[in-house]
């Protein structure tokens, strides 16, 4: 069964510093997400991204976050400067092809937990 | 804007014992409604949606779940608990089909023997 692949699964990084997260979505699926989930607190949305191109961002995607798509299959999130607050389970998501059931149904990978010191 | 409430963050059962994780949620406008389970040190995946049409919705290990547009609830069910059932489950809130999905707190459904 497809399935959606995160790497790394665990990322530490000190303050500042630039870290990348990488996700490989379903290999026919249109759209693609990221969430967080801070220790203790909800799932969050981050960005959606569909046809090369940020479609929806949360007030927590600012100017330090960023998403690329580089060569059609990975599908990356870029924090430029963490900060403490940046920790936090982090989960890629995709969703299907269009006009049917399957683009309502989101894919999760298992995540990659990031421990900013 | 929308916005989900689990209601119970830690909901301890025993094995084949009837189970009822609840969820509500806020919306302005129609919404579809989705549970995922996520087991210990694997990603969230999706256990039953309400898209539209029949308000019970089921899924293959044997869990309901009804919406309930008058009470803004769509809680989950299972007539009978298994060990394997022991995960956190999320209750999300969606406004399109391709839309973010607004979560709930989670609640953790631990089954004892």
């Known amino acids: 069964e497809p399935e959606v692949t995160q790497t790394p699964s665990h990322q530490v990084t000190q303050m500042g510093q630039e870290v990348i997260l990488r996700c490989v979505p379903i290999?026919?699926?249109?759209?693609f997400y990221w969430y967080r989930q801070i220790l203790g607190q909800k799932v969050e949305f981050l960005v959606s991204?569909?046809?090369?191109?940020?479609?929806?961002k949360s007030e927590i995607f600012d100017d330090q976050f960023s998403v690329e798509r580089p060569d059609g299959s990975n599908f990356t999130l870029k924090i430029r400067s963490t900060k403490l607050e940046d920790s936090a389970m982090y989960f890629c998501?995709?969703?299907?092809?269009?006009?049917?059931?399957?683009?309502?149904?989101?894919?999760f990978g298992p995540g990659t937990r990031l421990t900013v010191t | 804007a929308q916005s989900v409430t689990q209601l119970d963050s830690q909901v301890p059962v025993f094995e084949e014992a009837p189970v009822e994780l609840r969820c509500n949620y806020s919306?302005?406008?129609?919404?579809?409604l989705f549970w995922y389970v996520q087991y210990p040190n694997q990603g969230l995946q999706l256990l039953l949606k309400?898209?539209?049409?029949?308000?019970l919705v089921e899924s293959i290990n044997g869990f309901e779940a009804e919406f309930n547009k008058s009470q803004t609830s769509f809680h989950l069910r299972k007539p009978s608990v298994h060990i394997s059932d022991t995960a956190e489950y999320f209750c999300?809130?969606?406004?399109?089909?391709?839309?973010?999905?607004?979560f709930g707190q989670g609640t953790i459904l631990t089954v004892h023997p």
């Open positions: 998501a995709s969703s299907g092809t269009s006009g049917s059931e399957a683009l309502y149904e989101q894919y």
């Open positions: 290999s026919n699926h249109l759209y």
């Open positions: 991204f569909y046809n090369n191109e940020i479609s929806e």
């Open positions: 919306s302005s406008v129609s919404v579809y």
């Open positions: 309400y898209l539209s049409g029949s308000t």
């Open positions: 999300a809130v969606s406004g399109t089909s391709y839309g973010k999905l607004t």
